[in-house]
Antibody, heavy 116, light 108 residues
Framework: QVQLVESGGRVVKPGRSLRLSCTASGFSFRDYGMHWLRQAPGKGLEWVAVIALDGTNDFYADSVKGRFTISRDNSNNTLYLQMDVLRAEDTAIYYC?????????WGPGTLVTVSS | EIVMTQSPATLSASLGGRVTLSCRASQSVSNNLAWFQQKPGQAPRLLFYGASTRVTGIPLRFSGSGAGTEFTLTISSLQSEDFAVYYCQQYHKWPPITFGQGTRLEIK
């Protein structure tokens, strides 16, 4: 069965960087586009970024464009989210999800807290 | 960007009852709409795609309908495990994928 496990979330100061990872198993990772989504505490769901199956194309929400970078390593079944110039409003649980269009399987999430 | 609006924000219902949750798109999304269920402390779970295609394992008491800009999720014979937050999501014109703000279904 599809399994996604995020890691890397922690408390970080504003302006700093953080890289999240998502390890995939139970499906052919290299055959699917992948998403990052997030959920601020007590709030709704927000799509963050998507990457094509071969990593050649990526797209971002306006709220993170220019600060976040999505990437993938198909040889290690791993998805990444590089987050730079973090802001307090980036505080959220970050989920990776299998695509390519509908996020049909989600990991349990990893919490990122941006606070001084 | 297509804006998704869900109503009501909170819905109270009794065990065994029937509820209808609404989702409206700011422009037509054809039938490119998904529904998710999220329980406290858990990741969202996909219930429907294509507005009305039930994901394997989702009980028959859940049904989805609609097309264009108006969609509904109906749950009949409510069970305790159905009380959760429900989100609609369009994938007709993306990026960005956009979600509604959610409907919280609580026990009356």
């Amino acid at each position: 069965q599809v399994q996604l496990v995020e890691s890397g979330g922690r408390v970080v100061k504003p302006g700093r960087s953080l890289r999240l990872s998502c390890t995939a198993s139970g499906f052919s990772f290299r055959d699917y586009g992948m998403h990052w989504l997030r959920q601020a505490p007590g709030k709704g769901l927000e799509w963050v970024a998507v990457i094509a199956l071969d990593g050649t194309n990526d797209f971002y929400a306006d709220s993170v464009k220019g600060r976040f970078t999505i990437s993938r390593d198909n040889s290690n079944n791993t998805l990444y989210l590089q987050m730079d110039v973090l802001r307090a409003e980036d505080t959220a649980i970050y989920y990776c999800a299998k695509g390519p269009t509908i996020p049909d399987h989600w990991g349990p999430g990893t919490l990122v807290t941006v606070s001084s | 960007e297509i804006v998704m609006t869900q109503s009501p924000a909170t819905l109270s219902a009794s065990l065994g009852g029937r509820v209808t949750l609404s989702c409206r798109a700011s422009q037509s999304v054809s039938n490119n709409l998904a529904w998710f269920q999220q329980k406290p402390g858990q990741a969202p779970r996909l219930l429907f795609y294509g507005a009305s295609t039930r994901v394997t394992g989702i009980p028959l008491r859940f049904s989805g309908s609609g097309a264009g800009t108006e969609f509904t999720l109906t749950i009949s014979s409510l069970q305790s495990e159905d009380f959760a937050v429900y989100y609609c999501q369009q994938y007709h014109k993306w990026p960005p994928i956009t979600f509604g703000q959610g409907t919280r279904l609580e026990i009356k």
